[in-house]
């Protein structure tokens, strides 16, 4: 029987889209836009995630990298992406909505050091009874300890965990752990389905 639901983050709770933040910071030009998002997909981004580096230091290798009239904003879209935050629209809800039911409600997520600053913005970080991100354990999904991990931080049984995430690799160790999981893909509707296909009442 399913007792808890753990949730991602990034494009499960709130909205992580790297060419959205590179608008909002003025970014023009399809060239400047595609040296900016080598941000977000450099290694740097995950060691960031997995806590070798804090936010400045990878800013302070990234940016020599990039023409110095984009260095600023690479500093600006490191620090401050989250400003504003925005939610994936109907998850919130559906997280009170779960909350009511009884089950406990955790976070899993890749972030960095910066993540608990900002989950305090997040509206539906209330309704959460525990949260494990990677920065602090310096392991990244989907390594399959960082599961184990959670598991032995909350003391949870692995298939009384329903787990949900944007990226099919993260899903996939889940269930090769044993916690059963579901790929979001930003439909909420098709999320409780798959929510009621696992036994966990939700409404349609």
Same mark, same amino acid.
């Given at each position: ?22 608008? +909002?910071?003025?970014? &023009? ?7 900016? +998002? ?13 806590? *070798? ?8 290798? /990234?940016?020599?990298? /990039? ?18 935050? %925005?939610?994936?629209?109907? *998850? ?13 409600? %955790?976070? /899993?997520?890749?972030?960095?050091? @910066?993540?608990?600053? %900002? ?14 991100? &990677?920065?602090? *354990? @310096? ?8 599961? !184990? ?7 949870? +049984? ?17 269930? %090769? ?12 509707? @098709? ?5 009621? !296909?696992?036994?966990?009442?939700? +409404?349609?």
């Amino acid at each position: 029987m399913i007792r808890n639901i753990v949730f991602d983050m990034g494009n499960v709770i709130i909205r992580f889209d790297p060419d959205a933040f590179i608008d +909002r910071f003025g970014v &023009s030009g399809e060239d400047h836009k595609t040296l900016i +998002r080598e941000v977000f997909r450099s290694p740097e981004w995950v060691m960031m995630d997995r806590g *070798v580096l804090t936010d400045e230091q990878a800013a302070d290798v /990234l940016c020599p990298r /990039l023409p110095e009239r984009l260095r600023e904003t690479a500093r600006k879209l490191i620090a401050l992406w989250d400003r504003p935050i %925005y939610e994936v629209e109907g *998850v919130c809800p559906l997280i009170e909505e779960l909350k009511g039911l009884g089950y406990g409600i %955790y976070l /899993l997520s890749n972030a960095s050091c @910066r993540q608990p600053d %900002y989950w305090q913005r997040v509206p539906a970080a209330r309704f959460f009874d525990g949260t494990l991100i &990677s920065y602090a *354990v @310096r392991l990244v999904k989907p390594m399959p300890e960082i599961y !184990e991990k959670f598991f032995e931080t909350f003391s949870l +049984r692995r298939e009384e965990c329903f787990f949900i995430d944007d990226n099919p690799a993260n899903v996939e160790a889940s269930i %090769y752990v044993g916690m059963p999981a579901a790929v979001f893909d930003g439909d909420v509707g @098709r999320l409780r389905a798959k929510l009621r !296909e696992a036994g966990v009442p939700v +409404r349609e």
